[in-house]
């Protein structure tokens, strides 16, 4: 099985900057991709980035346009969120997620993709 595990979240004031990062390991034949999404308190979970594995294409959700970016370390078997630019919006669990399985209990698109792995969560928390 595969397992996936965040870290680097913590809290910000407006305007600051963090990085998180996702951890790969465990059996897995080569995923297609790999995403972050946030669920806020109350609100339903929503995709925020993710970079495909082939290719390296990206994609964002507006919210996250021109602030966030993805990134992939393959040889660390490691991808990154580098958060700019933070506002109190985005405050919230940020998971880490990848392709599903057949056991895939939750299941989620973003963009052109589905996701249905998923870390525990990392907290973001943007508070002056």
């Known amino acids: 099985h595969v397992q996936l595990v965040e870290s680097g979240g913590g809290l910000v004031q407006p305007g600051g900057c963090l990085r998180l990062?996702?951890?790969?390991?465990?059996?897995?034949?080569?995923?297609?991709?790999i995403g972050w999404f946030r669920q806020a308190p109350g609100k339903e979970r929503e995709g925020v980035s993710y970079?495909?594995?082939?290719?390296?294409?990206?994609y964002y959700a507006e919210s996250a346009k021109g602030r966030f970016t993805i990134s992939r370390d393959s040889a660390k078997n490691t991808v990154y969120l580098q958060m700019n630019s933070l506002k109190a919006e985005d405050t919230a669990v940020y998971y880490c997620?990848?392709?599903?399985?057949?056991?895939?209990?939750?299941?989620?698109?973003?963009?052109?993709?589905?996701?249905?792995?998923w870390g525990q969560g990392t907290q973001v928390t943007v508070s002056s």
């Open positions: 970079i495909s594995i082939n290719d390296s294409s990206t």
């Open positions: 990062s996702c951890e790969i390991s465990g059996n897995f034949r080569d995923p297609y991709a």
């Open positions: 997620a990848t392709d599903p399985t057949p056991n895939s209990l939750t299941v989620a698109t973003m963009g052109s993709r589905i996701f249905g792995t």
